[in-house]
């Protein structure tokens, strides 16, 4: 062993065997390369075979068994023996109308349906005795003619149209002077009551011709006359006692009415001494009959003074 020779050999030996070592080495990786494919391989195929075994099953779920083929095929022959069969279906063809026959019925239905529209309507039409009998109740030339003088008689007998609006203008003349003097109101006091200031409430409206002119409100204590100019005032009350009257425009008093015969003198209105009284009642009153310039929107009022019993009332009238 201590000899050169062996050394050398030793040496030798030693790189084979590293030589070797590392062929081994490297078939070893080799091998683990190889099984590590060969174990991804084999997992593929159970992964494709349980894919195929999946599909498989699934087929044959779809797949109908023996007793669904047999109901089908009873269905199927049962539908073919309802169908009819080609000698059958050109047997009910040759008892069925070709298209030249349909044509020709159709042309006989309209032709039958235009003569009836023209039977109806010859049936509506009047024939010749209807027409006799509608010409006799007509007038004949003489009656026209009677009916025709008639009317021209009764034409003249008519005033003229010249005249007529001459009339006219007249009238309407006539009326406006009229009713220049037909602006009247008048009103009554019933109640017997006064209000504040012994002012005298209106209860009744008797006559208003003018009712833009003449503005009162029921139990109101004045009356408006809208439009300025003349009146004449005529008012009346009926008492057992005397009373004392006053006439106020726009609250100021113009006018008074005393049971005197000094007043009776000066105003030619008023009430006397009575005589007696009379059965029937209070048959006079005192009364006043005068005339206003009134001034736009005046308010005519009455004040009274006397026994509640009494009555009264006051006319108004535009000149």
């Not at 699934?58 to 669904?68: H, N, R, V, Y």
């Not at 425009?249 to 008074?256: C, D, F, W, Y």
């Not at 009959?289 to 006319?315: C, H, K, N, Q, W």
Request: hydrophobic share 40%; net charge negative; with cysteine.
């Amino acid at each position: 062993l201590d000899s050169p020779v062996s050394e050398t050999k030793l040496a030798s030996a030693t790189t084979q065997l590293g030589l070797v070592s590392g062929e081994v080495s490297t078939m070893h990786d080799r091998l683990t390369r190889v099984e590590s494919s060969l174990t991804e391989e084999t997992a593929d195929r159970k992964a494709a075979s349980e894919h195929q075994r999946e599909m498989f099953k699934d087929l044959a779920q779809e797949k109908a068994d023996a007793s669904d083929l047999a109901d089908l095929r009873s269905e199927v022959s049962r539908s073919l023996e309802l169908k009819s069969d080609v000698v059958q279906v050109n047997e009910a063809l040759g008892y069925k109308a070709n298209i030249a026959a349909v044509n020709i019925a159709l042309e006989r239905i309209e032709n039958q349906s235009s003569n009836v529209a023209i039977k109806e309507q010859l049936e509506a039409k009047a024939d010749v005795k209807d027409v006799c009998a509608l010409v006799d109740l007509k007038s004949n030339i003489s009656d026209v003619n009677a009916a025709l003088a008639e009317l021209q008689r009764g034409i003249d007998s008519k005033c003229p149209l010249d005249e007529l609006r001459r009339v006219v203008r007249d009238q309407a003349v006539i009326n406006a002077s009229l009713c220049a003097d037909c602006s009247i109101g008048r009103w009554i006091w019933k109640s017997g009551k006064t209000k504040a200031g012994h002012s005298v409430p209106w209860n009744v409206q008797s006559v208003n011709t003018d009712p833009e002119n003449f503005m009162w409100e029921k139990d109101k204590v004045t009356i408006m006359t809208v439009a300025p100019g003349l009146y004449e005032v005529t008012f009346g009350f009926f008492t057992h006692r005397k009373p004392t009257i006053q006439l106020l425009i726009n609250g100021e008093p113009v006018l008074a009415a005393i049971n005197s015969s000094s007043y009776v003198v000066h105003h030619s209105s008023g009430r006397m001494t009575s005589i007696g009284r009379h059965p029937a009642g209070n048959v006079t009153g005192l009364t006043l009959i005068d005339f206003l310039a009134l001034p736009p929107r005046a308010r005519v009022a009455i004040t009274y003074s006397g026994e509640e019993t009494g009555e009264g009332f006051i006319s108004l009238k535009k000149l």
